[in-house]
Nanobody, 123 residues
Framework: QVQLAESGGGSVQAGGSLKLSCVASGYIDDTCGMGWYRQGSEKERELVARIDSRDGTAIYADSVKGRFTISQDDTKLRVFLQMNNLKTEDTDVYYC????????????????WGRGTQVTVSS
């Protein structure tokens, strides 16, 4: 079993900042990649940012480029999302995801998800 636990969500005014954290635990000792998705009511889940645990390469949704930064710690089991200049349209539930490294192989997809943390941005 693998568990992902997010923290750091909350309410902030537009223009403010929040930092989300997520830690993976259980039957996992390394990752190929980790990411953050978000989903609001009546919306599809969308990728916000992803980081490759092997080389640190990050990709971002166009809507957050220049405002959000994804990073990891040295264990590669903890991922962060620094969110600056938040907008009302960033209001969503944010989910952490992990692609484990198993026996030297990467599956190419996120196999584990957290329960989500609410981010609310008010005008």
């Amino acid at each position: 079993q693998v568990q992902l636990a997010e923290s750091g969500g909350g309410s902030v005014q537009a223009g403010g900042s929040l930092k989300l954290s997520c830690v993976a635990s259980g039957y996992i000792d390394d990752t190929c990649g980790m990411g953050w998705y978000r989903q609001g009511s009546e919306k599809e889940r969308e990728l916000v940012a992803r980081i490759d645990s092997r080389d640190g390469t990050a990709i971002y949704a166009d809507s957050v480029k220049g405002r959000f930064t994804i990073s990891q710690d040295d264990t590669k089991l903890r991922v962060f999302l620094q969110m600056n200049n938040l907008k009302t349209e960033d209001t969503d539930v944010y989910y952490c995801a992990a692609e484990p490294l198993r026996f030297g192989y990467c599956s190419g997809s996120f196999g584990y998800w957290g329960r989500g943390t609410q981010v609310t941005v008010s005008s």
